[in-house]
């Protein structure tokens, strides 16, 4: 099975800062992955997908990037309502297996 | 618009069965990729399951010969199986819709599944 490393597992940040979350792979899934935004109690959000494709609605602060085994996740200009759990997935092969999160707090 | 909401969750003893709910709206489940995941509590997502719009069926390996993935397709409801449930089964469970690529672009609100004596 593929496996997804997250960095940083934490991460604190200041409104209008500029983040990167950093998402690797055990083996090469070109351009097959990702993001999602979880806030506390709510379901997952998807913000980027197929490494680099922002989904419709997404603000374009969110940009992802990467292929084979490196990917990023980065927030340029932190907004308040960005703090929350963000989470890489695979869609290479099943197991399509999510990383273990990176959670963003306010510093 | 597309809406998931998923049911019948609830307390559950150990080696006993359950089976999840998720009733769709605003599309036709049967065309579409369906999927299962689940989060214990204070923990990250994990994959648990998917059907194709062919019927291909696929499951995480902590829950294959356990849990069983299908759909109603005249009442657009997709279903989780779930039999010899363990404590390390509890989480909540969410549906979600994919879109081409397989990520999950619509997302139900969870129903959550306590494994316990």
């Known amino acids: 099975d593929i496996q997804l490393t997250q960095s940083p597992s934490f991460l604190s940040a200041s409104v209008g800062d500029r983040v990167t979350i950093t998402c690797r792979a055990s083996?090469?899934?070109?351009?097959?992955l990702a993001w999602y935004q979880q806030k506390p109690g709510r379901a997952p959000k998807l913000l980027i997908y197929?490494?680099?494709t922002l989904q419709s609605g997404v603000p374009s602060r969110f940009s992802g990037s990467g292929s084979g085994t490196a990917f990023i996740l980065t927030i340029g200009a932190l907004q308040p309502e960005d703090f929350a759990t963000y989470y890489c997935?695979?869609?290479?092969?099943?197991?399509?297996?999510f990383g273990q999160g990176t959670k963003l707090e306010i510093k | 618009e597309v809406q998931l909401v998923e049911s019948g969750g609830g307390l559950v003893q150990p080696g006993g069965s359950l089976r999840l709910s998720c009733a769709a709206s605003?599309?036709?489940?049967?065309?579409?990729?369906m999927s299962w995941v689940r989060q214990a509590p204070g923990k990250g997502l994990e994959w648990v399951s998917v059907?194709?719009?062919?019927?291909?069926?696929y499951y995480a390996d902590f829950v294959k010969g356990r849990f069983t993935i299908s759909r109603d397709n005249s009442k657009d409801t997709l279903y989780l199986q779930m039999n010899s449930l363990r404590a390390e089964d509890t989480a909540v469970y969410y549906c979600?819709?994919?879109?081409?690529?397989?990520?999950?672009?619509?997302w139900g609100q969870g129903t959550l599944v306590t494994v316990s004596s």
């Open positions: 979600a819709r994919g879109k081409t690529g397989d990520q999950l672009e619509y």
């Open positions: 605003g599309f036709i489940v049967s065309s579409n990729y």
């Open positions: 059907i194709y719009s062919g019927g291909s069926t």
């Open positions: 083996q090469d899934i070109s351009h097959y």
């Open positions: 197929s490494a680099s």
């Open positions: 997935q695979h869609l290479d092969s099943y197991p399509y297996t």
